[in-house]
């Protein structure tokens, strides 16, 4: 009999490899593959976990090419690339990195906070190109310190950013559905309506997940809300934006400029309006792109993937309940 495979489209060290490699047979593909087309039947009738990549799409058809899949292990905390509704009705457990990434993608934000408020990347080239020697100091920019922060989305991630803002004496709201009492009672975060949050904001950060009610959720309304000094920083997903609105307000000064490390498209083409507007830093969805950080979340959904196939609970499940409930799962395959 073949030994229950594995599909692996994220980047595996060693180490974990040889721990998949005792019990599994193992086939990579690219992180953007159509796994339904890319495995054909014959391999696909053992095909019992998955460890993918955020860019790989699992949706209805995926899973039902895989008649024996029990696990979809994903190499990020979002999981906006798989259908979990459709995972769930079909007993394969869904499993993601939550937590290992959040001081990483927290610092980049208020990377992007301080590039914006300091003017960093034009400044870099003010120096490069001898504006510096030629027309004598840069134009003045602006503090962070005293001006408000506010996240859409204070979850793992948006109360690490509301931690770090702290050491900058920014005061920070925030909106969710439902508010974090213990934030607002420790005095992290002020809870605002979604509306106030907009306009009172210097700096707008995004951390909602991309979710059917979050795409596209901000958009010409919330932009005319903002103060034309504002700033909106994206670290979360870049569909949660509409950009067509997003660059007629930087166009037009509607907002003072935008950090994005995230986009609809990715990679983003180099013809896309964001690059032609010098009020724009981006950054190629990096925000957990670190040696340490990538380190822990490929070892955790290694070990989600594992511990799901051997018949030990994930460390870190989207839909836990199916471990909780009653009904027989798929039928295993694995040793
Ligand atoms: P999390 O802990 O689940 O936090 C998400 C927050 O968003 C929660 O507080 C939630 O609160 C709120 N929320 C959800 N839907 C909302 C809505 N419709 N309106 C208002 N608030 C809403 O997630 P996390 O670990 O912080 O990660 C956040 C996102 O960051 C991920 O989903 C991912 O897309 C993105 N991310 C990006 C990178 C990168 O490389 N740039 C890296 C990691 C993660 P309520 O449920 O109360 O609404």
Known sequence: MSRPLVLITAPVPDNLRDQLDKHYATLDLPADACLATAVEPRQA??????????????????????????????????????????????????????????????????????????????????????????????????????????????????REVARLAQAFNMPVLYHNRSPDHEADASGLAQYCSRDTLFAQADFLSVHVPLTPQTRSSIGEHEFSLMKPSAYLVNTGRGAVINETALVTALRTGQIAGAGLDVMAQEPLPASHPFCKLPNVILQAHVGSATVETRHAMITLATHNLLDALGNNRPQAMVNPHLLDSDAPSAQSETP
């Open 45 to 158: 009738k053992h095909v019992c976990g998955i460890l993918c990549m955020a860019t790989t799409p699992v949706n209805e058809q995926v899973l039902a090419h895989f008649p024996q899949l029990r696990v979809v292990s994903n190499f990020a905390v979002g999981f906006d690339n798989i259908d979990i509704d459709a995972a769930t009705k079909r007993r394969i457990l869904v499993c993601n990195t939550p937590g290992v990434l959040d001081a990483a993608v927290a610092d980049l934000t208020i990377g992007l906070i301080i590039s914006l408020s300091r003017d960093l990347v034009r400044g870099d080239a003010y120096v490069r190109d001898g504006s510096w020697e030629q027309a004598g100091p840069p134009p003045l920019t602006a503090d962070i310190r005293g001006k408000t922060l506010g996240l859409l989305g204070m979850g793992r991630i948006g």
